[in-house]
């Protein structure tokens, strides 16, 4: 059994807490951190934070299935309740060995956290746990019993009450409480109770079948059949409106058997394998293949949307976020549906490689953390896009629902953070790790295993489900075998090496960072075999294409982006050459010659013929014509060509008249020449004001140096261990000060400046004064709290002078009151060493150091019943 036991009874939650050790409060604080917003004056009011609605309710939420099922049999349970009664209740009259191993620990639970309270022998629920968890008719509770007979007799007629004893063969009594009672007794009587039940009608035991496991209410009519009449009478269903009836909780336990939930679930589901081809040889290294090419295809649809916003992205919503538009035109870009492109866009941005640049006119674009990240190695660079998805609290899979005001979310939109998401990633990959290498998850009990360590999580506010953790699950799986993490449904083996980092980001994100980026690198290092190495050849066709069969080397891909267009992707990526490809080639500062060199160098096949011809063909008519500004205008040295635009219907927008045999002028600007004598078939180039070749390339829009979004806790951040230390000291001490017991301040005599307000104070100094987190910190006491002005002790400069120097004399501690320079008024235990030139100087057991205080600020002083020191 649990610890408990033994020793005087604590009367309230604060008097349990006192009799704690600082281990039992420390792991309070850092199992509920909520507590310590602000750090709680004393014990008492540590107890008051911890009994308050919304710390409750988020304290059950991270109870798992069988806790919390322990605290709903508490509920219904007599309080206060044996340990042996709440056993009772969970394993019911036949009992239960699973049940009784996992109670202790669920009790420990719950007593750990301050849910409950007392010795093993007179357990209690706090006050707002019970009235969560206990039914009632507006909020049923979960185990589906009603109330007590004691509760649905409440307002009874006496008379009834006799009518019922007699129907149930009990004996008159003179009161309602004794009549109460007695039907109480027969309920919970095992043998009277059934062999009550077996004088009533089968159709009665169907009723009663009905209401059992809850809901226990029913509705009557006016002139109920024999069946429920029956059970009327004898007070198996007590009325609960003029028109509803209910079934009595000690009636409904006996008809359980004993169980408060029809069934408990003391142990954890497993996670089952999904099929019997995960024993399969050689499936773990199928599984870090696939897992492999989706890493290096992860990479590539960054590199593909970078590229496609590299000139400057779609603009931001006023709102913020991209439009639907926008993402449909990116979805369109990467070849990939919207939710996917929605995925990659907040992935690429919670790496932050994208952001907003912050102009007037606001876009997104990449960062110039892109560049740097562009440099790395391909295992290295697929480690920070893991690394950055395992901590977001960004969520892709809400983009294009809607929020609670109809509104719909946009990706990178402000409203798609949800706390919980990276502990449902982190907690399904870590499931999946406890499968065997190479084997995939059967889904529903990776659900079922979710929903059992969170169950409240389910739940809505008002009592719906919420599948909100369901379709987080739902997404972490997709998402992991999008991004590399998995590899047909399996955990692969660089994602087990990501998963080294055990440090709680919400107790030391410094030390989780500094883990999170070590377990990257061990990541990177398990997968950097598994990637293509990067290939310097290409095979040329005589269609004009060329494959890459894999990954080819940066500078090869970047000239050939320019010099052909991608065809298809997949194993192996398809280029095809066109004349607009080769002439964006020649645009952009290549040559004939260079293009054929890049071609003979990279080509493990001879150049075909074709492709040398129409390199050739467009190198030939590039630069023929050249278009400048004038507004613009074209010259070419063969007049030949120059009449056969203007002799062309289709230049006539362009409105050309000709200023020279060799020269024509335009009244649309160069950039609008260029497209319309290209759309015609000529090959143009643009040339500067000193008659030279302009050289296009594509510009590389940044965005000014960004930091990638700060995830939402879920909640406030768990305590470090020099927080919980400095806590635990601040709230003893605190309450050390509202509970050391003082001498009684002898009354002052009226002479002098003494007033009798200041007698009267003097008399009440040696009350137990409250709101000692002031006292604590040294800060005003909170609204509401006991202390104040009125509860500082109240003596004379003299009287204070000569009390302090006999302390420091005697080595006593003293009890003071002190206000300081902004008028915060607090009280202190003190322990003088040296009082000297107006300023007393003592270890201060309230903050758990050695201070000095001037005597003109300290109201008043008072000896101690008992030396705390």
């Not at 009161?175 to 009277?192: C, E, M, Q, Y």
């Not at 697929?382 to 950055?388: D, K, N, S, V």
């Not at 010659?593 to 008519?621: E, N």
């Not at 140096?705 to 261990?721: E, K, L």
Request: net charge neutral.
């Amino acid at each position: 059994m649990p610890e408990g036991t033994g020793g005087t009874p604590p009367r309230t939650l604060a008097e349990a807490l006192r009799i704690q050790g600082d281990d039992s409060l420390a792991a309070l604080l850092r199992a509920r951190p909520d507590l310590l917003t602000p750090v709680p004056n004393d014990l008492s009011q540590l107890a008051t934070r911890a009994g308050t609605r919304a710390s409750v309710v988020r304290a059950l939420e991270r109870l798992d299935r069988f806790t919390l099922q322990t605290a709903e049999a508490l509920a219904v349970a007599p309080e206060p309740a044996p340990y042996a009664t709440l056993s009772a209740l969970l394993t019911g009259d036949e009992g239960d060995a699973r049940i009784e191993a996992a109670l202790p620990l669920a009790v420990r639970t719950l007593r750990d956290q301050a849910l409950i309270w007392g010795a093993n022998d007179r357990l209690r629920l706090v006050r707002t746990a019970r009235e969560l968890l206990a039914p009632s008719p507006t909020h049923p509770s979960p185990t589906g019993l009603g109330p007590t007979v004691a509760e649905a007799t409440a307002g009874m007629s006496p008379g009834r009450l006799q009518e019922i004893l007699t129907a149930a063969w009990l004996q008159s009594t003179h009161d309602p409480v004794s009549a109460v009672a007695s039907l109480t007794a027969l309920f919970t009587d095992r043998t009277r109770m059934a062999a009550l039940l077996d004088t009533a009608p089968m159709e009665a035991l169907s009723v009663l079948d009905r209401l059992v496991w809850g809901p226990p209410y029913g509705e009557i009519t006016s002139s109920p059949t024999p069946p429920v009449r029956w059970l009327r009478d004898r007070g198996l269903l007590l009325p609960a409106t003029t028109r509803t009836v209910v079934l009595p909780r000690e009636a409904a336990l006996h008809l359980r058997a004993g169980r408060a939930h029809r069934t408990p679930e003391p142990v954890a589901p497993d996670v089952a394998p999904r099929s019997t081809e995960a024993s399969a040889p050689g499936r773990p290294q199928i599984v870090d293949s696939t897992a492999a090419g989706q890493a290096y295809t992860a990479l590539a649809t960054i590199e593909e949307l970078a590229k496609d916003w590299n000139e400057g992205g779609p603009n931001v919503l006023r709102a913020g976020g991209l439009s639907v538009r926008d993402l449909k035109r990116t979805a369109a870009a990467l070849d990939v549906t919207e939710p996917v492109a929605a995925f990659w866009v907040e992935l690429a941005y919670a790496a932050g490689l994208l952001a907003a640049d912050g102009e007037a006119d606001e876009r997104y674009a990449p960062t110039p953390a892109y560049d740097d990240w562009q440099e790395l190695p391909s295992p290295e660079r697929w480690a920070r896009l893991a690394t950055a998805w395992l901590t977001a609290t960004r969520t892709a899979g809400l983009v294009g629902s809607q929020d609670t005001k109809g509104r719909t979310l946009a990706a990178l939109g402000p409203d798609l953070d949800r706390g919980p998401a990276p502990e449902v990633r982190r907690r399904i990959l870590d499931l999946l790790a406890t499968l065997p290498e190479g084997t995939a998850p059967d889904p529903e009990s990776l659900l079922a295993r979710l929903r059992w360590e969170r169950p409240l999580r389910g739940a809505s506010a008002a009592g719906r489900p919420d599948d909100l953790r369901a379709r987080l699950a739902a997404w972490t799986l997709n998402e992991a075998e999008m991004l590399g993490l998995t590899g047909r449904g399996a955990l692969s083996s660089h994602a087990r090496a990501l998963l080294t980092s055990v440090s709680d980001p919400s107790e030391d994100p410094a030390r989780a960072r500094a883990e999170l980026a070590a377990a990257g690198t061990r990541a990177a290092l398990a997968l950097a075999p598994l990637l293509p190495e990067p290939l310097d050849h290409v095979l040329l066709q005589a269609d004009l294409t060329a494959v890459a069969p894999g990954p080819l080397l940066r500078p090869l891909a970047e000239l050939l982006a320019i010099a052909a267009d991608v065809e298809s992707k997949g194993g192996a990526t398809v280029y095809r050459f066109t004349p607009a490809s080769v002439r964006r080639a020649l645009d952009a500062g290549q040559s004939a010659t260079d293009l054929h060199d890049l071609l003979k160098t990279h080509s493990r096949t001879p150049v075909p013929q074709p492709l040398a011809y129409l390199i050739d063909d467009v190198a030939r008519k590039h630069g023929h014509l050249r278009v400048g500004a004038a507004s613009a205008y074209v010259r070419c040295d063969d007049e030949a060509v120059l009449d056969e635009i203007l002799a062309d219907k289709r230049s006539h927008g362009l409105r050309l008249r000709r200023l020279a045999p060799t020269v024509l002028a335009a009244h649309a600007d160069p950039a609008a020449v260029l497209d319309g004598l290209r759309a015609i078939g000529f090959a143009p180039a643009a040339e500067s004001v000193e008659g030279d070749v302009l050289i296009t390339r594509a510009h590389a829009y940044r965005t000014p140096p960004r930091t990638a979004p700060v995830p939402v806790p879920d909640g406030p951040r768990a305590p470090g261990a020099t927080l919980l230390g400095a806590a635990v000291k601040a709230i003893r001490a605190g309450d050390m000060a509202a509970t050391v017991v003082r001498k009684p301040v002898p009354e002052p005599s009226t002479s002098g400046s003494t007033t009798a307000a200041a007698a009267a104070a003097a008399r009440a100094a040696g009350r137990a004064a409250g709101g000692a987190a002031a006292r604590a910190a040294g800060k005003t006491p909170a609204p509401g709290s006991p202390s104040g002005n009125g509860d500082l002790p109240r003596t004379t400069s003299a009287e204070t002078l000569a009390t302090v120097q006999a302390a420091a004399m005697t080595g006593s501690a003293v009890w003071i009151g002190y206000v300081n320079a902004d008028g915060a008024a607090s009280q202190r235990v003190i322990a003088p060493v040296r009082v000297e030139g107006g300023y007393v100087t003592g270890y201060d057991h309230t903050a758990d150091e050695v201070r000095t205080y001037p005597l003109h600020r300290i109201t008043g002083v008072a000896e101690l019943a008992d030396d705390p020191a």
